[in-house]
């Protein structure tokens, strides 16, 4: 039998049929191809990413270490910088910080440029001046698998020092002088200030008080013409109006109009001004002797304890402290033999005129005292602090004891003087080779070059001599002995004496005239700040530093100023010493507040 016969047409398609079994084989083949290839391009690509993630991590966690060690830096700078200052000793003694895994380059440490002086705008010292010094930190970090990470941080290294200002009181301000006074610098008062003057006073900056400004005495009534103050351009313009006269905007407009906004006062938006002292202590505890149940933050600023040489005197003592008799030291060695002649003291050793009494006198040569303290240096008497035992208010001998200074003219080294009595500076201080220099104390006079202490100011006023011509407010009796030009540059933070009130306002009784025993109703006003007991009689005296109070006078106040005549006085040149702007011209042991606080960071690739 013959086979069925087959179509061409199902030839074809068994033909077709075979060819697609075949592709299907073949496509299958190549997707499982490229299915490998993808697995194995993820596979790759997840240890690539891996092993990239293990390198990213290792190398985030060495930056990051390397700015932990910047932040180490910063903690040591701002530990050094509790005293307000950075020296470039501090810098060179930063060390290298510690933290485990990683190991650290010795940092670079560079001060950038000078201190720039810069108003503080915000905080508690806002309104003040910060010496603002920039630091740039640059810290290399190391990793055990040797991944390296640089970074450079910039910080700002600020000092907030306590004489940064021309005139700063605590209390008010009265400047009411006779002779002419010139007065370059900021003058501050966190009270009232009243100004009027007998002659002519001319300020040459930026006045501020957070209260008010009274052309006027405080104690009368009395006004002139004569006081100036510089404009923007620096034209002397006459003080016409005050807080009575121009209240509220209108204070401000009268500032604005003729002092191009120079004169400020509470209404013009100024604000008590909070110095670097610790919050809560007395300013008058920066005189004060030791005491063992000061904090620590009090003895950071307390001259009693920051003094390198503290030394007591026994007043029963005084006379033979030429010998070291009756002197206890702590902190430097005393002189002994021959040396002790650095030393000298005197019951009764001179009058005081303003406080009518004979001075019990403890004299220090400085200039002798530098030169011998120059031969070793354990001898460190940068911060001298005196004080004294067994004063006796029974007697004339112990009843008034004081620090007098001599010999000053030439310094060899930083030194700050303090004690919480009366302090008097003999003769020219400072003048050759410059050194950064302060008096502390209860009150400060300055004796001139001419003064005697058997004429300069007799204890009581014959008749016939006492005169009480003269200008403004200054006395003259020609029978003191005369003063010569006299120059003393130093920063002076002392005790003042005040009017006790405005007389103007209720409740306030003024005896005028004053007591014949003294005790006046004037103070005495900043002119006599500086206390004068000669007759200076058209005599200069220069003066550059800064002028602080911030308490009144405990034990040099038992008169005020007052119309008893025991002075002459002299025309006051006094300036801002500008030398106090840079941290490093600070006289020793300067309150000052410093912080450092990091402004950028920067990695170095």
């Not at 303090?418 to 050194?435: A, C, E, H, I, M």
Request: include cysteine.
């Amino acid at each position: 039998m013959r086979p069925e016969h087959t179509s061409p047409a199902a030839s074809r398609l068994t033909t077709l049929m075979a060819d697609r079994r075949g592709f299907a084989l073949e496509a299958t083949l190549i997707v499982l191809v490229l299915i490998s290839v993808l697995v194995g391009a993820s596979v790759a690509s997840y240890i690539m990413v891996q092993r990239s993630g293990s390198v990213d991590y290792r190398g985030t966690r060495v930056s990051y270490a390397a700015e932990a060690g910047a932040d180490a830096v910063i903690s040591q700078l701002a530990q050094s910088m509790t005293d307000g200052i950075l020296s470039a000793a501090d810098l060179a003694a930063i060390t290298l910080p510690s933290l485990s895994g990683f190991t650290f380059a010795t940092p670079t440490v560079t001060a950038i440029g000078s201190p720039i002086p810069q108003t503080i705008t915000y905080g508690p010292f806002s309104g003040l001046i910060g010496l603002n010094q920039q630091i740039d930190i640059g810290i290399t970090a190391t990793d055990p698998a040797n991944n390296r990470a640089q970074v450079v941080v910039t910080a700002n290294a600020q000092s907030i020092p306590l004489f940064q200002f021309g005139v700063f009181y605590n209390e008010d301000l009265e400047i009411h002088n006779g002779p002419l006074m010139e007065f370059a610098g900021w003058v501050h008062t966190n009270a009232n200030l009243y100004v009027n003057s007998g002659s002519s006073t001319h300020f040459m900056d930026l006045i501020t008080t957070p209260d008010s400004l009274f052309w006027q005495r405080k104690n009368e009534n009395a006004r002139d013409n004569n006081v100036h103050i510089d404009d923007a351009a620096g034209v002397q313009q006459t003080l016409n109006f005050d807080s009575r006269s121009n209240p509220g905007q209108s204070f401000v407009t009268a500032s604005n109009a003729l002092f191009d906004g120079r004169v400020m006062t509470g209404v013009s938006g100024v604000q008590p001004l909070r110095l670097p002292l610790p919050s809560g202590m007395p300013p008058i505890a920066l005189v004060e002797p030791r005491n063992g149940a000061d904090d620590a933050d009090t003895r950071a600023v307390k001259f009693a304890w920051k003094a390198t040489a503290h030394i007591t005197v026994d007043l029963t003592q005084l006379n033979n402290v030429n010998t070291c008799a009756g002197l206890t030291i702590i902190g430097s060695p005393l002189p002994t033999g021959a040396d002790c002649a650095i030393f000298s003291g005197n019951d009764q050793g001179f009058w005081d005129g303003r406080e009518n009494i004979g001075v019990d006198v403890f004299n220090i040569n400085l200039g002798a005292l530098q030169l011998w303290a120059a031969g070793n240096a354990a001898r460190d008497y940068s911060i001298i602090y005196v004080t004294f035992s067994n004063v006796s208010a029974g007697d004339a001998n112990r009843d008034y004891p004081a620090v007098r200074i001599q010999n000053g003219s030439l310094l060899r080294a930083p030194v700050t003087v303090s004690t919480d009595r009366p302090l008097y500076v003999q003769g020219n201080f400072n003048t050759v080779g410059w050194q950064p220099s302060s008096f502390i104390a209860d009150a400060l006079t300055i004796l001139s070059n001419a003064w005697n202490d058997g004429t300069g100011s007799h204890p009581v006023p014959t008749s016939g001599t006492n005169s009480t011509a003269g200008g403004g407010n200054d006395r003259t009796n020609p029978a003191r002995s005369g003063a010569t030009a006299t120059q003393v540059y130093a920063a002076v933070a002392a005790g003042h004496s005040a009017t006790p009130c405005d007389w103007q306002r209720a409740g306030c009784t003024v005896p005028t005239p004053p007591p014949a025993t003294g005790g006046g109703s004037y103070g005495g006003g900043l002119e006599n700040f500086p206390r004068f007991l000669e007759n200076w009689s058209g005599d200069d005296m220069l003066y550059r530093g800064s002028l602080v109070s911030l308490f009144q006078s405990r034990y040099a106040a038992r008169r005020r100023w007052s119309w008893t005549s025991y002075y002459n006085p002299p025309n006051r040149d006094w300036a801002f010493d500008l030398r106090f702007r840079d941290p490093n011209n600070l006289p020793p042991g300067t309150p000052v507040v410093g912080s450092v606080v990091q402004t950028s960071f920067r990695p170095v690739f």
